[in-house]
């Protein structure tokens, strides 16, 4: 069963940074591309960034591009979001996401809040 597990959430000032993880198992980590999403209340989910398998290349959603960096470890199985500069528009849960023959897996998120 594939699982993830995301944790590092929690309440910042704005300007103030936050580093995320995903934990996952249940698949061979290093063959899957990782992503991150976000979403907001009342708004639809988003893709934050995503990386890829072996190549490590990376993509990344154009409002957060120059402020946060994923990054992931394959022996720990584990892939990071690292945020800095956050804002209010940051408020947000986060979610780590995999696909896997055409099917989304999701964790149960981790809540970013950001005061003014």
């Known amino acids: 069963q594939v699982q993830l597990v995301e944790s590092g959430g929690g309440l910042v000032q704005s300007g103030g940074s936050l580093r995320l993880s995903c934990a996952a198992s249940g698949l061979s980590f290093w063959q899957y591309g990782m992503s991150w999403y976000r979403q907001g209340a009342g708004k639809e989910r988003e893709l934050v960034a995503s990386?890829?398998?072996?190549?490590?290349?990376?993509t990344y959603g154009a409002f957060v591009k120059n402020r946060f960096t994923i990054s992931r470890n394959n022996e720990e199985n584990t892939v990071d979001l690292q945020m800095y500069s956050l804002k209010p528009e940051d408020t947000a849960t986060y979610y780590c996401?995999?696909?896997?023959?055409?099917?989304?897996?999701w964790g149960q998120g981790t809540q970013v809040t950001v005061s003014s």
């Open positions: 990386i890829a398998p072996t190549t490590y290349g990376t």
């Open positions: 996401n995999v696909k896997d023959s055409g099917r989304d897996y």
